[in-house]
């Protein structure tokens, strides 16, 4: 399907088509026919999914001749960064249109934002307590027929609960509600019974499930081999742009001074780097002037890097969750991508744990040279046998028989530990 059969308009095409959108993502074919017949939506969507264009598309093309007179759109977002990254989606997609958006964050002089809105808005994009300071200072919002509330799990989670519903009664009563939000949780599903009208659901990922489109891979290898393999890897495939992940600052910087070794141009980003070398960092990476980025899990949050072919763990995360964060950076937004996991014997049963959060089985392979040999045994082999038999023990035990004890009304037999 193209954009062009959704319904929007050439100046957006245009538009979008400079941006190098070939073609709608899963969340922009389901939502943008909802937005456009002024329905209500509840969308499980993560960042990465397109979602931004997915709203903010026909929303363009329906204010598009409001001439900025009175305020038709408001856009909730949790943070000020992602309130800015949306605006500027939306200016690059209203390129060749006449739509006025504002941000209202905090950190801007109050004023200045009420003079900026008497000029003339037809979006604003708003964190929540923002918002609520413009509403006391009587900003009219009258006129209002969508609102978005993106990352409301995000936004639950940050305890803005309050501010939504200091919002939400201030809107006119026939609005039309978009609720976007990466998780289904209890807090969202109560949220949206109380602001949402008979809306159309739109699944598009699950929690924990990674990206469709991301080939991944597991390559066994001996420890003392991994730098050699990431190097190998990455020159002998003539990898263009590539992100790899550690467990910790110092194999970072060990990997990076091997990787240099080599004649790779690599930047690292973590912890220890100030936020001006990190950003510089990322600059130079998504230049392309450096093709190889190394990165810990912390640093690495929150990095939008477009068209990421692919990502390596050197080392597999601490916390099995990270895995879909990290692998969530490559195949973002349609295309495809490649996870390469190097593991070796210490990540057998870290591994495992990964693919129970994901659901999914990831292959494991081997490259020719760098086999793992076959006599090197884990030092901590017995501490390891004694966890999986305690698993074991733990399995065996009738999970509905304990149950039933703990619930159990019949009077329970005083032991010797409530006599203690
Ligand atoms: P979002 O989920 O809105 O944060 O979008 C994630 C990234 O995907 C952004 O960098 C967008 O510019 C990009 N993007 C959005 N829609 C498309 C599309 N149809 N084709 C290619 N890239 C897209």
Do not use: W
Request: glycine residues 4%.
């Amino acid at each position: 399907m193209s954009f062009k059969k959704l319904g929007l308009i050439e100046p957006l095409l245009v538009a979008i088509e400079e941006l190098g959108y070939s073609e709608p993502t899963v969340i922009q074919r389901r939502a943008i026919p909802i937005v456009m017949q002024k329905k209500d939506i509840f969308a499980t969507a993560q960042t990465g999914t397109g979602k931004t264009a997915a709203f903010s598309l026909p929303m363009i093309q329906r204010f598009r001749k409001n001439n900025a007179q009175n305020i038709k759109a408001l856009i909730l977002s949790p943070t000020r960064e992602l309130a800015v990254q949306i605006e500027q989606d939306i200016k690059n997609y209203a390129k060749y249109l006449d739509i006025k958006t504002l941000l209202l964050v905090s950190g801007k002089d109050i004023n200045t934002q009420r003079k900026n809105i008497r000029a003339g808005v037809d979006i604003i994009i708003a964190t929540p307590g923002r918002m609520v300071e413009m509403i006391e200072q009587n900003i009219d919002l009258s006129h209002i027929e969508i609102f978005v509330l993106d990352e409301a799990d995000r936004m639950l989670d940050m305890g803005f609960v309050k501010e939504i519903r200091k919002i939400h009664p201030v809107l006119p009563k026939n609005h039309q509600t978009l609720l976007f939000s990466a998780t289904f949780s209890d807090k969202v599903r109560k949220l949206s019974k109380l602001i949402l009208n008979k809306p159309d659901f739109i699944e598009t990922s699950k929690k924990n499930s990674t990206v469709d489109t991301i080939n991944q891979v597991a390559y066994l290898v001996d420890r003392d081999k991994k730098a050699q393999l990431c190097s190998y890897l990455i020159g002998s495939r003539n990898f263009p742009q590539v992100l790899v992940f550690t467990k910790t600052k110092q194999s970072a910087d060990f990997l990076v001074e091997e990787l240099k070794k080599d004649g790779l141009k690599v930047g690292v980003i973590h912890g220890d780097k100030t936020k001006a070398n990190r950003l510089k960092t990322l600059t130079q990476f998504r230049e392309r002037k450096i093709k190889v980025l190394v990165a810990t899990d912390i640093a690495s949050r929150g990095l939008d890097i477009e068209k990421l072919p692919y990502v390596i763990n050197y080392e597999l995360p601490s916390v099995s969750e990270d895995y879909v964060h990290r692998v969530g950076r490559t195949g973002r937004a349609g295309r495809e991508g490649e996870a390469i996991s190097l593991i070796d014997i210490y990540e057998k049963y870290d591994i495992k744990d990964i693919e129970r959060v994901i659901g999914q089985k990831i292959p494991r392979e081997v490259v020719e040279g760098f086999e793992p040999d076959p006599n090197i045994r884990r030092k901590d082999v017995d501490e390891v046998k004694l966890k999986s038999e305690h698993k074991k023990v733990e399995k065996r035990r009738p999970a509905k028989k304990v149950y039933k004890k703990t619930t159990s009304t019949k009077k329970r037999k005083t032991t010797k530990r409530d006599a203690k």
